[in-house]
């Protein structure tokens, strides 16, 4: 078994791990019915903000609390950054609520990266579903940044129905492009939809990529990846070569408070992005 | 034409180490057709005289529902195949098919290949090893469409 501990870095962690820094929000844009995107910049105006692409900060709504949400939006943006949330709880909830130049306390970037540079002059598979778009975003806006160092690349979407699609706009002008390949299905069609219907998934299997030479990254709910892991396996990728966004309940966000325990790893602090070699012998274990 | 078709049928990924004898026989069951957008195939309680290998193209596999009008399960396009209906009394659809863009497609026809079947087993076990794949694969993503994974967690 390859070490799982191998990838843990440590950005984010300063002389006060714990401090929340004030971020002021620029503004806050509703995604579908129960998500949102709050984008934040410094409250001093000359500090700027860099993370890679999977990391996620610490969001404090003050007076209600603190939640871990991954960064959405553009890494080369070190003038503001954005989170995509759903709506799940009494701190989401509030921080729904909050508008233009109210300040959130900050903690972070914190976390493990996707692969992008292992990935360059290979093909990328992206596989997610819901709001596990998210995560994925900053490693695509970098993807198609260096679009010349990487060979085909895949987009595999899966949403609950045609009204919860995230980063519309987004999707569609990536699409127009000649040298991405997207595919978004929906769980649930409407009669107006004309798109692909089914889960996500089932898209792999005829997706075009080498397997010889690709890197696979998924993030969404656990049993979407575990399925997705599957499919990956079935058409030959090496498990080195997946990599998945785990999620648990995350609290301190530096490895202290153990909540977020994974087997011998903290998803805050060794992930949340895994190498899948690494947890495969725990992966998909209810006792985990 | 008919080697043509041997050639499409045997590399597909469906058709994967089907002896070459058997390729033969299967090409003598198909043709190739071409539908326009929105075009039914056929209709849920028709006769499943037929299934299709989908080369290019969407279709939406589709049920009526009482108030809701037809309502799409599920969707398969380029690569996959389309309808089991014809292996299995009655032979009848349980669903409908309808094209979402210009297809064209491989069409079998099922009547002649079960006519085939039944004259040589191994080529029936073949044939039904390939298509409870691909039962099994339409079952699992049915389960797990049937989860709702991307709605609010409780």
Redesign the interface.
């Known amino acids: 078994m390859a070490p799982l501990l191998e990838n843990s870095i440590t950005t984010g962690l300063g002389v006060e791990p714990m401090l929340p820094k004030p971020y002021c929000i620029q503004r806050l844009r509703h995604e579908t019915d129960?998500t949102f995107t709050i984008e934040l910049a410094p409250e001093n105006s000359g500090e700027t903000f860099s993370f890679l692409p999977g990391q996620f900060n610490m969001l404090y709504v003050f007076g209600v609390g603190e939640v871990p949400i991954s960064i959405s939006s553009d890494p080369q943006d070190v003038r503001t950054f954005q989170h995509t949330t759903?709506i799940?709880g009494a701190v989401t909830r509030g921080m729904g609520h909050l508008k233009k130049g109210d300040v959130v306390g900050v903690r972070g970037p914190y976390g493990t990266p996707w692969p992008v540079q292992e990935a360059e002059g290979r093909d990328v598979v992206i596989v997610t579903?819901?709001?596990g778009l998210a995560p994925l975003r900053p490693a695509l806006y970098h993807l198609t940044a260096q679009r010349e160092k990487y060979h085909k690349i895949v987009l595999l979407y899966?949403?609950?129905t045609p009204e919860?699609i995230l980063y519309r706009r987004e999707l569609e002008r990536w699409r127009s492009k000649f040298d991405l390949e997207i595919q978004v299905?929906v769980?649930?069609?409407t009669?107006a939809?004309?798109?692909?219907?089914?889960?996500v998934?089932?898209m792999i299997g005829?997706s075009p990529f080498d397997p010889s030479n690709a890197v696979a990254l998924a993030c969404?709910?656990e049993?979407?990846m575990r399925?997705a892991v599957m499919e990956f396996q079935r058409r030959g990728l090496a498990s080195e070569n997946i990599y998945l966004s785990m999620e648990r309940n995350m609290k301190c966000a530096v490895g202290f408070c153990g909540h977020c325990q994974y087997g011998p790893a903290f998803i805050c602090k060794d992930g949340p992005v895994f190498r899948f070699d690494r947890i495969e012998p725990i992966f998909g274990k209810a006792e985990i | 034409m008919r080697q043509a078709l041997e050639g499409i049928i045997g590399e597909h990924l469906f058709f994967k180490g089907l002896e070459e004898r058997y390729v033969k026989i299967v090409a003598g069951c198909a043709k190739n057709v071409r539908f326009g957008e929105r075009e039914i195939i056929f209709r849920e309680g028709d006769a499943a005289d037929q299934f299709y290998f989908i080369r290019e193209g969407?279709v939406?596999v589709e049920l009526m529902v009482p108030q809701r009008?037809f309502?799409?399960?599920?969707?398969v396009?380029?690569?996959?195949v389309l309808g089991w209906s014809w292996l299995m009394p009655p032979y009848r659809w349980r669903f409908g098919a309808r094209t979402?863009?210009p297809t064209r497609a491989l069409a079998f026809d099922g009547k002649c290949l079960r006519g085939k079947c039944e004259e040589d087993h191994d080529l029936g076990y073949e044939l039904l090893k390939r298509f409870t794949f691909v039962v099994t694969?339409r079952l699992?993503?049915t389960r797990?469409?049937l989860?709702?994974?991307?709605?609010?967690?409780a």
């Open positions: 129960d759903r799940v579903g819901g709001i899966g949403a609950r919860d299905t769980d649930r069609g009669r939809w004309r798109g692909s219907v089914g889960v998934t089932t005829r969404g709910p049993v979407m399925f | 969407l939406a009008g309502t799409t399960l599920q969707t396009g380029e690569g996959d979402l863009q694969e699992e993503a797990l469409q989860l709702d994974l991307y709605g609010a967690p």
